[in-house]
């Protein structure tokens, strides 16, 4: 009588699910929570800001498949307003609405992105984690590469490309406004805090909306 055969030895683990990409987890982490609109497009004109209003309009996806935020994709703002909150100027007016950051500011707007317009209890520069929360920042715009360009509403911005928007706070900064007038459901739009971002192939575009 043969003895009896033995077990298959198991197999090995397997290498486990792929991590979640930094992207994503800083995304959520740093701006999951207030109203803040984020969207990515593909650059296809020398003229970017061409390409900003097809992100704006909900007109392109992102190139890469990248979540972004858009509460108002599919809500009753867009059926009065195609492009709600927003009623940006047309192209050619893009110069009268925006100027030029350094890196750091733009890290700096985008961290302070994390605030909230009203009542803020706790601003980034008295955060404890204040430090991470800039890192997030800057995993969100190391996706644009190193020579990427940084555009902001701002009006902070117009004396010099380096605001400190960290020590200003979002509620102490002042914009020329890319958001509708117009009243959907109750609620007025009182603010924003805009953010763009050009590389050779992409436009990023990151906004904080003041709603009440």
Do not use: K
Not at 75 to 85: F, L, M, Q, S
Not at 136 to 161: C, F, I, K, M, Q
């Amino acid at each position: 009588m043969r003895p009896p055969a033995a077990p298959a030895p198991a197999d090995p683990p397997g290498p486990g699910p792929e991590p979640e990409p930094g992207w994503n987890v800083a995304l959520r982490r740093l701006l999951g929570d207030p109203y803040v609109f984020v969207a990515t497009g593909p650059r296809r004109h020398e003229e970017w800001a061409r390409d900003v209003l097809a992100v704006l309009r909900r007109e392109v996806a992102d190139p890469r498949g990248r979540p972004g935020l858009d509460a108002d994709r599919t809500g009753p703002g867009r059926d009065a307003v195609p492009a709600y909150p927003f009623a940006p100027p047309p192209a050619e007016r893009f110069p009268a609405y925006l100027r030029p950051l350094e890196r750091a500011a733009a890290v700096g707007a985008l961290a302070v992105m994390s605030e909230e317009w009203q009542f803020e209890p706790a601003p980034v520069r008295s955060r404890p984690d204040r430090e991470a929360v800039l890192a997030d920042a800057r995993t969100l715009l190391d996706r644009y590469g190193p020579d990427a360009e940084y555009w902001t509403n701002a009006v902070a911005a117009g004396s010099g490309p380096a605001p400190d928007f960290v020590a200003a706070g979002l509620q102490g900064t002042a914009s020329y406004t890319f958001l509708t007038g117009v009243y959907v459901n109750g609620l007025d739009l009182c603010d924003d805090l805009g953010l763009i971002a050009v590389s050779a192939d992409e436009v990023g575009v990151f906004w904080s909306v003041g709603a009440c």
